[in-house]
């Protein structure tokens, strides 16, 4: 997926604040930077970047961890099916619920080794300050931009401003939402239509659902 260097955002930040950043304001910026990444990821459950469909995670006694030995982190659980998917024939799906150990499936007397799990990768990423990620993705440059600049503004103070520039954020950010891409993955994602056949399976193991 197609990304921009830090380099450019921050340099599009001074640009819009109209001003150079000292070495002692930058963790500032970063930090304003930041709290917009978290509520770019927090705003859609369907960014590309950030979500794996039907992934096959293994299941200890019932309980789909939060973490697999060479997988993503999951952020969090959208939907369990019982085998893969998207292929030729139908699946059904688990009922969970989520703790702190991971997501425990309502599987009845049945003991699974593996379900496929569609989830948010989890998002623990730094921009900017050290540890940090020097990419920004390009689907969130635009907002992260301007609503740097709207919080810049309002932190000094400029409160009309700041309002105007994070409309133009909000707008930069819906733009990305109403793609394509999203879209359809929301639809795919988010889409539980019941059958005669999918429905068969609850009476014997009473836990799932599509």
Not at 94 to 117: E, K, Q, R
Request: hydrophobic share 35%; with cysteine; aromatic share 12%.
């Amino acid at each position: 997926m197609q990304t921009r260097p830090y380099s450019d955002l921050y340099t599009l930040i001074e640009g819009l604040c109209g001003v150079q950043f000292s070495l002692i304001e930058q963790p500032r910026i970063n930090s304003l930077m930041n709290s917009r990444a978290q509520r770019a990821y927090d705003a859609c459950e369907h960014w590309p970047r950030w979500i794996k469909i039907a992934e096959e995670r293994e299941v200890n006694s019932s309980v789909i961890p939060f973490s697999q030995s060479g997988l993503d982190e999951i952020g969090e659980f959208l939907r369990v099916f019982v085998s893969e998917p998207y292929g030729s024939n139908a699946t059904q799906e688990y009922d969970y619920f989520v703790t702190s150990g991971g997501a425990t499936l309502l599987s009845g007397g049945l003991l699974p080794d593996s379900a496929f799990v569609t989830y948010r990768i989890a998002f623990d990423v730094t921009y900017g300050n050290q540890p940090s990620v020097d990419t920004i993705p390009r689907e969130w440059f635009q907002y992260l931009a301007h609503g740097t600049y709207s919080d810049y503004l309002r932190s000094e103070g400029q409160q009309e401003k700041a309002i105007i520039a994070d409309q133009e954020a909000e707008d930069k950010l819906f733009y990305e939402l109403s793609k394509p891409e999203i879209t359809r993955t929301a639809q795919l994602v988010g889409n539980k239509v019941s059958t005669n056949l999918n429905m068969q399976p609850r009476q014997s193991f009473g836990s799932y659902y599509l």
